[in-house]
């Protein structure tokens, strides 16, 4: 019974986050996250919260609020893509650069990865199943080689 319950559950959550750039969103707001740690760390080692603080904790809570908003929202994914990224970049000169530069890596990763994600693209399991058919259909195992004159 729990097992099915389970069964259910990841299915349901692996459709909810196929139509959506998961990943992307989930690495900007942890970007956010980790930044904003930084800055309330209670360690010898942060440097200064820059800008007179507001700036400081301003921007990881905007790359935060992208994030999440990219995951709820993913029609708006561009909007929120480039408000992250810049968000990120900004850190640099507000938080600890940047939360000693993994927050402000991830954060610029995520955006990169909300912004190239394409909601119409077939999965990457239906293609590869799409092309093995057409081999199979072909007869050969391997793709054809380009003619010898044409670029691969």
């Known amino acids: 019974m ?14 909810w986050r196929s139509g959506r750039p998961f990943w992307g969103g989930l690495l900007l707001a942890l970007g956010g996250a980790e930044v904003l ?6 360690l010898k080692v942060v440097l200064h919260v820059g800008m007179q603080g507001v700036a400081g904790y301003l921007l990881p809570v905007l790359m935060l609020l992208c994030g999440l908003l990219t995951l709820v929202n993913p029609a708006q994914r561009l909007f929120y893509s ?6 990120s970049l900004g850190t640099w000169l507000t938080s600890n650069l940047g939360g000693f530069l993994v927050g402000l890596l991830l954060g610029c990763v ?14 990457r399991r239906a ?3 799409r092309r093995k058919e057409a081999r199979a259909a ?13 670029p691969a």
Do not use: I, N, Y
Not at 2 to 15: E, L, N, V
Not at 82 to 87: D, P
Not at 110 to 123: N, R, Y
């Open 82 to 87: 480039l408000l992250g990224v810049l968000a």
């Open 110 to 123: 995520g955006s990169c990865l909300v912004f190239g994600w394409l909601p119409d693209q077939e999965p």
């Open 37 to 42: 740690f930084t800055m309330k760390a209670s």
């Open 127 to 129: 293609r590869r199943r």
């Open 138 to 150: 072909q007869g050969s195992p391997l793709p054809p080689a380009p003619p010898a004159g044409e």
């Open 2 to 15: 729990a097992a099915d319950r389970r069964r259910g559950f990841r299915s349901a959550f692996r459709h």
